[in-house]
T-cell receptor, first 114, second 112 residues
Framework: AAGVIQSPRHLIKEKRETATLKCYPI?????VYWYQQGPGQDPQFLIS???????DKGSIPDRFSAQQFSDYHSELNMSSLELGDSALYFC?????????????FGNGTRLTVT | KQEVTQIPAALSVPEGENLVLNCSFT??????LQWFRQDPGKGLTSLLL?????REQTSGRLNASLDKSSGRSTLYIAASQPGDSATYLC???????????FGRGTQLTVWP
């Protein structure tokens, strides 16, 4: 079965640079969630989209922005990168149909800021 | 805000033991609860999902229970194996499209 696809798998950037992370949800899933997991930490919710509209917002820095496109894929844009942004970034998708489905997670993008 | 707590934070046992991992949450108005496994530096693998109307779910050697009234869930692992070594996270969701609230996980080590 198709899973959530995230790209790239690994990304190395320098401080003050920008980064774009991409997420391709499971086909027919209309909701996308972004999470950040620092070393030894639990995943922290950043933001979510339902039908291309922002549906919820968590602890996402102002330097970050995200959107969901017409084909339901989503991109997380990160600017003025800081060392503390180094983390594993997960995308998850779910479907609102039939009362909702579980969240399915991608394998994540490991961002290293040097 | 939903707070999710997992106990113990770490557990080290010889293989063959039956284990219980605990998860508690502050808001009983949950939509569902999921247990995940995470290997070091890897993604989140969903193990079991319990809807709010259900009491438990089973998959192989894993059994998860949910008691909404007390705000608790337990993950029972039978006959543990070294391959079970990983971090186990519980997370709950308050609504159909809602975010997952994660606990900090239980780091499990099963030694031969």
């Amino acid at each position: 079965a198709a899973g959530v696809i995230q790209s790239p798998r690994h990304l190395i950037k320098e401080k003050r640079e920008t980064a774009t992370l991409k997420c391709y949800p499971i086909p027919r899933h209309d909701t996308v969630y972004w999470y950040q997991q620092g070393p030894g930490q639990d995943p922290q919710f950043l933001i979510s989209f339902y039908e291309k509209m922002q549906s919820d917002k968590g602890s996402i820095p102002d330097r970050f922005s995200a959107q969901q496109f017409s084909d339901y894929h989503s991109e997380l844009n990160m600017s003025s990168l800081e060392l503390g942004d180094s983390a594993l970034y997960f995308c998850a998708s779910s479907s609102s149909e039939g009362g909702g489905s579980p969240l399915h997670f991608g394998n994540g993008t490991r961002l290293t800021v040097t | 805000k939903q707070e999710v707590t997992q106990i113990p934070a770490a557990l080290s046992v010889p293989e063959g033991e039956n284990l219980v991992l605990n998860c508690s949450f502050t808001d009983s108005a949950i939509y569902n609860l999921q247990w995940f496994r995470q290997d070091p530096g890897k993604g989140l693998t969903s193990l079991l999902l319990i809807q709010s109307s259900q009491r438990e779910q089973t998959s192989g050697r894993l059994n998860a229970s949910l008691d909404k009234s007390s705000g608790r869930s337990t993950l029972y692992i039978a006959a543990s194996q070294p391959g079970d070594s990983a971090t186990y996270l519980c997370a709950n969701r308050g609504s159909t499209l809602g975010r997952l609230y994660f606990g900090r996980g239980t780091q499990l080590t099963v030694w031969p």
